[in-house]
C-alpha cells in the first residue's frame, strides 16, 4: 500500500491533528509563561530592595524654582548656585544635574552649555566645576 489509503491504513490523520494540536498548544503555554515574566520579576524586586532604594534623598533647602528660567544668565545663574551651596566649592556636572532634576529646574543641561559658554561656570579639571564670582 502506498499513498493516501497506507496513511488511512496507520492511522495518520489522526496522528497529524494529535500532533498540531499539541505543538499549537505547546505555543500557547509557553506564550503565556512569556507573558507572566514581568510580573515574576516583579515579585522578586519586592523581595530584594536595592541598595539603591534605601538610600536617603537628600533635603534642600526651599528653593524657588520658576516654571521658566529667566532669559537674563546672570539671574538664571543664581538660581543655580543657590542649588549648588551645600556641595562646596567645586562640584560635579552630574551632582548638579541630580540636583536640578529633583526640584524641577527646566532643561538643565541646556543651562549648563550657556554657562559654559558665557565662563560663569568654570572648569576645574578632572570633572570638577566651580562658580566664578559674579558681579552685582
Known sequence: MY?????????????AGAGTCIVLIGLGVLAFLISMLPRLTRLFEEKAPSPAATEVQ?????????????????????????????????FSLADLHRKSKAVGLPHPHLSFNRFRDAGILVSKGEERFSWKPLSV
Open 3 to 15: 499513498g493516501l489509503t497506507a496513511i488511512q491504513q496507520a492511522n495518520g490523520w489522526a496522528m
Open 58 to 90: 537628600p533635603t534642600f533647602k526651599k528653593l524657588v524654582v520658576p516654571e521658566k528660567l529667566p532669559q537674563d544668565i546672570q539671574a538664571a545663574s543664581r538660581i543655580y548656585i543657590a542649588l549648588t551651596e551645600d556641595l562646596g566649592e567645586d
